[in-house]
């Protein structure tokens, strides 16, 4: 019998808690299918794709490769067209690209029952922000506040913003004026805020949901004190389900076989 292949590609790539997320799916649905890590940049990403043979179903791609593959799909869903962003592949008669980065917060915030919210706050204008913004508009966000080191880096967010009917405001980390309903944090791990800085987003950020989640907590979610906090790790699996819809029905809103099941396997493995 011919392999079905699929795999995580990126760089780093060692960290990755997809393979396991993954084979818990794929064990629960009686699929034989094999799922690894490869450690790809961006350099070597366009050869490493053209080495693939007809075994391989899809990948999916971790930082820096989201770009690369966005420029490598053939047809791309609206969040990927949304965001530039392609964090799966599905190979066929096209090359299929989707970014199921944004349900993944969508989903990951209404489990913790976060279901609408008016005023945002995103931490960081790297590719993260984009999904996050588009995030915040479907969950009906009217202004969203970029808080960044560099505030220039937000103009493209600004752009997208237009494009989605929110208003977007960058500003410095410092200089926060916005009371947010909710604060997305997407700075990279391990990231430390000073307190004057992590204070007063805390004092006026709502809910915080922190894209980052190794280590756990992380400083921001300690400066959160008694405010209500999200882990990234919510994102990584429901990002992950949306994934294995994707590579089983190829479409990331058709629910799963027994799809209750395969998330309670996912969700032991984190």
């Known amino acids: 019998m011919t392999a079905t292949r699929l795999a995580v590609w990126g760089d780093p790539i060692a960290h990755s808690k997809s393979p396991a997320l993954h084979a818990a799916a794929y064990d629960v649905l009686g699929l034989d299918w094999e799922y690894d890590r490869r450690q790809v940049n961006a350099a070597g990403f366009a050869e490493s794709l053209g080495g693939l043979d007809a ?55 209404a489990e913790a029952g976060v279901t609408t919210v008016r005023s945002v706050r995103i931490l960081g204008a790297g590719a993260t922000a984009a999904s996050a913004l588009v995030a915040a508009a479907e969950l009906g966000a009217e202004r969203v506040e970029v808080s960044a080191r560099r505030p220039e880096r937000a103009a493209g967010l600004v752009v997208l913003g237009d494009r989605l009917g929110v208003t977007v405001e960058p500003r410095a980390l410092d200089d926060s004026a916005l009371d947010a309903d909710l604060t997305i944090a997407t700075l990279p791990s391990g990231i430390a805020l000073p307190p004057e800085i992590s204070g007063p987003l805390a004092a006026r950020g709502g809910t915080l949901f922190d894209a980052a989640y190794a280590p756990w907590p992380s400083a921001l979610a300690v400066a959160w004190g008694g405010g209500r906090v999200v882990s990234g790790l919510g994102m990584l699996l429901h990002q992950a389900v949306r994934q294995i819809r994707i590579f089983r029905h190829g479409d990331p809103l058709v629910s799963l076989p027994g799809e209750a099941d395969v998330v309670a396997a996912m969700r032991s493995v984190l």
Not at 75 to 98: K, Q, S
């Open 55 to 109: 075994t391989w179903r899809g990948l999916s791609l971790t930082m820096p490769l989201k770009e690369e593959a966005f420029r490598a799909a053939t047809t791309r869903d609206a969040h990927a067209e949304l965001t530039g962003a392609v964090n799966t592949l599905l190979f066929g008669d096209d090359i299929a690209g989707y970014n199921t980065d944004v349900g993944g917060i969508v989903d990951a915030l």
